[in-house]
């Protein structure tokens, strides 16, 4: 993994913080939604499927937080360490 992307170890991630970016996009969404502007809807999704906030928060959720998380994936894997969670978080990529 390219070391100069990592921001942060994935112990000390401010997840309140990314928490709090990625639930405020959500609302910027909704409400461009309620608006029907549409365009502005597309810009603000392609930015939350960008965010590196919203990917650490997916990984996180189903890499701690779920409850299938010991289950052995297609991968083959069951558990990831914190560095294999960072470069999955890093690895995903939105073709759009």
């Not at 549409?38 to 959720?61: D, E, F, G, P, Y």
């Not at 960072?86 to 690895?91: D, F, M, N, R, V």
Request: hydrophobic fraction near 35%.
């Amino acid at each position: 993994m390219d070391q100069d992307k990592t921001w942060y170890k994935w112990d000390i991630i401010p997840w309140r913080k990314l928490e709090k970016k990625v639930f405020k996009l959500q609302k910027r969404i909704y409400q461009a939604e309620k608006r029907k502007d549409i365009k502005n809807v597309h810009k603000l999704q392609k930015l939350l499927l960008n965010s590196i906030s919203a990917k650490l928060l997916a990984v996180r959720r189903v890499t701690q937080d779920n409850r299938g998380r010991k289950s052995a994936g297609i991968d083959g894997k069951a558990n990831l360490n914190q560095e294999e969670r960072i470069e999955l978080a890093y690895s995903l990529d939105i073709k759009s």
